[in-house]
């Protein structure tokens, strides 16, 4: 069931994740709740996304830094080379623990963090990706009551990813990357017309 | 009560109980990570609660000892953020140069990957005699570990990278000798390390330092315990004494960022202001 009062959405991708992230935030107009990017890249690239991404959007873009607070508009890019974890006081911790899925970041560590803070309040978006990192997550989200979403592999760049987390999760929508804008730009509000969306 | 409320019981008992038991106190750790840790120990040993847990903590020893090494597994490279290590070298083994002698505190060294890579650095520059280093961490195993400077071979081609974006001025297999599958880092390079136990959240001061090198350990603790660090550090650093912490590691949340200026902010590198050290004490005998 579609609430009206979710408090923050986590995204996870990694091959072609930064044409699809571009996409969606270019058509987002505003956001009102924290979106929190989790991008698998290679240790040594920094602020890349965050840099990329600021032309797009009026909303403030931070990549993420250990004890960084959680903000209503924000944009958050998790950092190449740490685990990004949220603390029930509604900031940002971060961990050199080992790599989950060959990856640090990892979508799952992130998803499951945030869905232990958020529960039901939580939206988790799986994008284009080459392995299966966010599945696992992706489940927590929705059996802690979450909202999830998955890119339609049809559309997405590497159909590895999503397609791993609609067999685990049996999402709640599979969206195109234009539908997951519209979809974002009307969460928690009273126009929102859900007919627009694929049910699956 | 909701099931994380139970859980939020369990974790305070067993941090409790490990208090009154061992003396090693996590009850100030951050709470995101030490859930994931204390959730990998229950999935590897197969127990269903977080309060299942305590009896073993309180009666099985070599069990609180797996326990242990769960809350000290950090993975750390050497040279660790190349950059890192490349201010180091152009900008504050310089400055440290003008000292006759210079002090340096590695806190929370675990298995001493960063204390070799700062050992090759300063005999690099010619400073290494001129240096005590003193390498602690509050695990043990990790610290027996760094004392034998001896990793797997597979891991020196990423090491050989980072080093070699260092400006590093030899070639890196020169300060190890390889044999089977692992190498073992040449024995003058411990010279003038100490390595110690330590455990920054409950140990005191033991000296005054030129330079702390404290990265990506207080990312580990809450607020309260940072500040208790940090405060520690500003005690236990000298006039101008410099502070590295981790590069996504930031003292702007921090209340004692005033006592603190920075120094190369890219890489983390603070410094103290001069007159800090008069300051707190004065602020101490007030109390």
Same mark, same amino acid.
């Not at chain 1, 990694?14 to 699809?20: C, D, H, M, P």
């Not at chain 1, 992706?138 to 609609?166: E, R, W, Y």
């Given at each position: ?77 998790? #950092? ?24 640090? #970041? ?46 339609? #592999? ?47 | ?28 750790? =951050? ?75 590695? =806190? ?45 071979? =597979? ?45 920054? =959240? ?86």
């Amino acid at each position: 069931m579609i609430k009206k009062d979710y408090k923050a959405i986590v995204v996870g991708c990694s091959l072609g994740g930064k044409e699809a992230i571009t996409t969606i935030v270019k058509n987002l107009k505003h956001n009102s709740i924290p979106i929190i990017i989790v991008q698998h890249l290679a240790s040594d690239s920094d602020c890349y996304l965050a840099t990329h991404l600021k032309p797009y959007t009026d909303s403030a873009i931070y990549e993420i830094i250990n004890n960084l607070p959680i903000q209503q508009n924000g944009i958050y890019i998790a #950092p190449a080379n740490y685990h990004v974890l949220f603390g029930e006081n509604k900031i940002f911790y971060l961990s050199v623990d080992e790599k989950h899925n060959f990856s640090r #970041p990892s979508i799952d560590i992130s998803f499951e963090s945030a869905s232990e803070v958020y529960m039901n309040d939580l939206v988790g978006i799986v994008l284009t990706g080459a392995n299966s990192d966010g599945s696992v997550g992706l489940d927590f989200i929705k059996k802690n009551g979450g909202l999830t979403i998955v890119q339609d #592999p049809a559309a997405a760049k590497s159909t590895f990813m999503p397609n791993a987390a609609i067999k685990m999760v049996k999402p709640d929508y599979i969206l195109s990357l234009s539908e997951i804008s519209f979809f974002l730009e009307h969460l928690n509000k009273n126009e929102y017309t859900p007919k627009q969306l694929k049910l699956k | 009560m909701t099931l994380k409320d139970k859980e939020k019981i369990e974790t305070n008992l067993l941090l409790d109980a490990i208090f009154h038991c061992y003396g090693y106190d996590f009850r100030s750790y =951050a709470k995101p990570s030490l859930k994931r840790r204390i959730a990998h120990r229950m999935e590897v040993s197969n127990i269903a609660t977080i309060a299942d847990l305590i009896p073993l903590v309180i009666h099985d020893k070599v069990f609180f000892n797996l326990f242990l090494k769960d809350m000290s597994l950090t993975v750390t490279e050497m040279f660790r953020d190349p950059s890192f290590f490349k201010s180091l070298r152009d900008e504050i083994i310089p400055i440290l140069k003008t000292f006759p002698f210079v002090k340096i505190w590695h =806190a929370g060294c675990a298995t001493g990957e960063e204390v070799y890579s700062l050992a090759i650095l300063l005999k690099e520059e010619g400073f290494y005699d001129k240096t005590r280093i003193y390498a602690t961490d509050f695990n043990s195993n990790s610290i027996e570990i760094a004392k034998e400077g001896i990793y797997p071979i =597979a891991k020196m081609k990423a090491f050989t990278n980072n080093y070699n974006h260092t400006g590093g001025k030899g070639s890196f297999s020169d300060y190890y000798e390889a044999k089977h599958s692992s190498v073992k880092f040449n024995d003058s390079l411990k010279k003038n390390i100490t390595f110690a136990h330590h455990n920054l =959240a409950q140990d005191r001061s033991f000296g005054e330092m030129n330079i702390i090198i404290c990265r990506n350990v207080m990312m580990y603790f809450d607020g309260k315990l940072q500040s208790k660090v940090l405060s520690l550090f500003l005690d236990s650093l000298c006039n101008k004494g410099f502070l590295c912490i981790g590069m996504k590691e930031s003292l702007i949340y921090s209340n004692l960022q005033n006592h603190f200026e920075p120094q190369n902010i890219d890489s983390k590198i603070y410094r103290k202001k001069a007159s800090e050290r008069i300051e707190l004490k004065k602020h101490k005998s007030l109390n």
